[in-house]
């Protein structure tokens, strides 16, 4: 596997590829990698000639600082896990490569996606994870890229910022990838304490029975529902849930026919801020 830090060095070898006609695909981490980023690796590589991995803990997308230094960093075990699964080329850039002195983000218009959901709870997040995306999809002018299906409302905005500046890359989003309980993997499980990982399945388990319900009682029943199930809940906390439109993301009260509807859902494990989702 080829290790890159330095921007210029990797565009010079993607340059170098695509003089071959080699199709670049991409996949943005910020690292502690799991088996959903490893499966959104796997699906890369049988698309595309090269695949080339990020690990980037992005700084201006996280609105806690504590959340950002708590972040885990596995860059050791993280390249095993990458030579195992054959990826070719590691980007691994420092904050200063990407941001120079000026760690701010851009301020983005995503035609209201932002405004939903995660948007109310995480100031400037997506502002954040656009700026990222955006310098990344620059710098490796991939063909395709790979984004897990936890982070729905990051890859319906990222989609979107594509649309916008007519980026030439095709946006893959990919099944969410879950723990044998049914808790959706993601770096930040690695926190959650031995008491807080075995009542984390709760969550899946809340979102699968509220879409046993959706086929028989109204969303008001159903929101109603899932909050009760957590008003006591000794180890995990609400923060929301809500049942929302699949391409505006807005919330709604009825469903109709010729649209897709996932439920969201955000929960506190102590300081940890987990999130998952489930199409309807
Ligand atoms: O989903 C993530 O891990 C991050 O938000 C991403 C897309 C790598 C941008 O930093």
């Not at 649309?163 to 095709?170: E, S």
Request: proline letters at 3%; charged letters at 30%.
């Amino acid at each position: 596997m080829k290790f890159f830090t330095k921007k210029q060095d990797l565009k010079a070898y993607i340059s170098s590829k695509k003089a071959k006609n080699k199709t670049i695909g991409f996949v943005p981490t910020m690292g502690a990698l799991h088996k959903g980023h490893l499966s959104l690796i796997k699906k890369a590589k049988k698309k595309n000639d090269i695949v080339v991995v990020s690990i980037f803990v992005n700084p201006t997308q996280f609105d806690k600082q504590e959340d950002l230094v708590k972040y885990p960093k596995t860059l050791e075990n993280d390249t095993l896990l990458l030579e195992k699964v054959a990826c070719d080329v590691l980007f691994n850039p420092s904050v200063e490569e990407i941001y120079n002195t000026n760690v701010t983000a851009e301020n983005f218009d995503f035609d209201g996606l932002e405004h939903q959901m995660e948007g109310k709870f995480r100031d400037g997040h997506f502002n954040g994870v656009g700026t990222i995306v955006k310098t990344l999809f620059k710098i490796v002018t991939p063909n395709k890229a790979y984004f897990g299906e936890k982070d729905f409302q990051q890859l319906q905005i990222i989609k979107k910022m594509v649309k916008q500046n007519h980026l030439k890359v095709k946006i893959k989003g990919c099944p969410i990838f879950r723990e044998d309980d049914g808790l959706a993997m993601s770096s930040r499980n690695t926190r959650l304490t031995e008491a807080q990982r075995k009542a984390a399945p709760f969550i899946y388990q809340t979102l699968q029975k509220a879409k046993q319900k959706s086929s028989t009682t109204t969303i008001t029943n159903i929101t109603n529902w899932v909050q009760n199930e957590f008003k006591n809940h000794p180890l995990l906390t609400l923060e929301y849930f809500t049942i929302a439109e699949e391409k505006t993301l807005k919330t709604v009260k009825n469903k109709e026919s010729n649209k897709k509807y996932r439920a969201f859902i955000a929960v506190f494990a102590g300081k940890i801020r987990l999130i998952d989702n489930i199409q309807l």
